[in-house]
């Protein structure tokens, strides 16, 4: 190997890895508080968020209707569709309303991924996402001063009934995940337009515009719905902070994304 002037040796940096992340396991190693603060901290979250969970689940379990209120809400729409009826409900259409659970607020697109899961298993609701996420944040190997972090949002209540309702945002979620490897899968953020700002993460690539494009094919069988979709949100009371609650679990992949330990060539 070559010296650099002065004669210098060039610093070999290990595969898959930049200064940064060296930097940050050396801090590691060598302060002892450090470690021990940032483990303590995910730890007490993760405990948090159990704890939350092991109250959360005998509740809903004893309500029944609940667990997974959000996904048999999405399915009986897709169903009323399916079978000739409308989409949204009546009083949705009919005039000014105030938003109330039961009400679907989303773009006929959804169809495209409510329809296929009227006849599929409905573990895979939960399933499918749930593994995108997971599998993409693991790939990130991200750095341990964000572990607190992600162990927060993960006892975030939001997150919690998000997943425990079968609420669509778990799908968001993973697109948002997919797309810290394939950038154009954040363009499928679209199809929950109040977190909309976050399908712009891939907007720089030529692939996402693809996507955008077959998103828009798809809506095309679709236009007389659209037009009842307008009304059903000019109509309603909801406003652009509708989704703010679901931010924190929609911001994980993200932020697990900068904090990668793995460098990513995109």
Known sequence: MGL???????????AGRDLGTVRDRSLWRRHAWLRVTTLVATGTFLVLAAWNLAILLP????????????????????????NGGSFYLEHQLAGPYQQQDGDIMYPPTMLWLFVPFRFLPAVLWWAIPTAVVAACIWRLRPAWWMWPVLAFILWYPRTQTIYLYGNPSLWVV?????????????????????????????ARHRDWWIV???LALASLPLVGLWREYVRVVTNSDAT???????????????????????????
């Open 59 to 82: 509740q809903m379990i004893g309500l029944r209707a609940s667990i997974g209120v959000d996904y048999t809400i999405c399915m009986e729409a897709a169903g009323r569709w399916l």
């Open 240 to 266: 652009l902070a509708y989704s703010y609650q679901d931010l924190p679990p929609v911001l994980a992949p993200l932020l697990a994304w900068l904090a990668r330990t793995r460098t990513d060539p995109r």
């Open 4 to 14: 650099h002037q002065g004669g210098t040796a060039p610093i070999a940096m290990p």
């Open 174 to 202: 993973a697109a948002v995940a997919a797309a810290t490897k394939w950038r154009a899968a954040s363009a499928l953020v679209l199809l929950k337009p109040s977190l909309g700002p976050f399908a712009l993460f891939g």
């Open 212 to 214: 955008l494009g077959l």
